[in-house]
Nanobody
Framework: QVQLVASGGGLVQAGGSLRLSCAAS????????MGWFRQAPGKQRQLVAA???????NYADSVKGRFTISRDNAKNTVYLQMNSLKPEDTAVYYC????????????????????WGQGTQVTVSS
């Protein structure tokens, strides 16, 4: 079983910065996708940024030039550096990590997994 722990949210004024972290733990063999999503009240969860195992990144248009996603493969951790924050960035931010677990006796090929973090609140005041 793979678990994710997200941290780094908080309250910040418009124009400020925050850095989110999400660390994965468990029987992880490989990670091929790491992403950050957000969900504002009354709205659907949407992709903010994602990064693949070869470092290819993808950003929502609304955050391009302000947010940067990065990963530390040795720590199984993904980061989201958020600069020039706006009130419309206010939401609960969730990390999502996908990959494969180590092969074992009960799982000789190593199943794929997709896990979500617990969500961290980001509030930007005007």
């Amino acid at each position: 079983q793979v678990q994710l722990v997200a941290s780094g949210g908080g309250l910040v004024q418009a124009g400020g910065s925050l850095r989110l972290s999400c660390a994965a733990s468990g029987s992880i063999f490989s990670i091929n996708y790491m992403g950050w999503f957000r969900q504002a009240p009354g709205k659907q969860r949407q992709l903010v940024a994602a990064i693949t195992d070869i470092g290819r990144t993808n950003y929502a248009d609304s955050v391009k030039g302000r947010f940067t996603i990065s990963r530390d493969n040795a720590k199984n951790t993904v980061y989201l550096q958020m600069n020039s924050l706006k009130p419309e960035d206010t939401a609960v931010y969730y990390c999502n990590i996908q990959g494969r677990v180590h092969p074992s006796g009960s799982d000789p090929v190593g199943s794929g997994f997709g896990s979500w973090g617990q969500g961290t609140q980001v509030t930007v005041s005007s």
